[in-house]
């Protein structure tokens, strides 16, 4: 996964839970979800044209 060993992301995550503490890791984790969550949604919408077009009434 990104290059990335078991022992690298293990230090990752301990710097983490040292920054952060054991209380906002939940709250970061669920927040990290809905932010992929939403950029998943929003890669498989359709794109909108909003170029002006020559409509004269």
Avoid: C, H, R, Y
Wanted: glycine residues 14%; proline residues 4%; aromatic residues 8%.
């Amino acid at each position: 996964m990104f290059g990335l060993g078991t022992t690298e992301l293990v230090v990752i995550l301990f710097i983490i839970l040292i920054l952060f503490g054991v209380g906002k890791l939940p709250e970061i984790g669920s927040g990290m979800g809905k932010a992929i969550k939403n950029f998943k949604q929003a890669a498989d919408e359709k794109e909108i044209d909003i170029t002006p077009g020559d409509d004269k009434k």
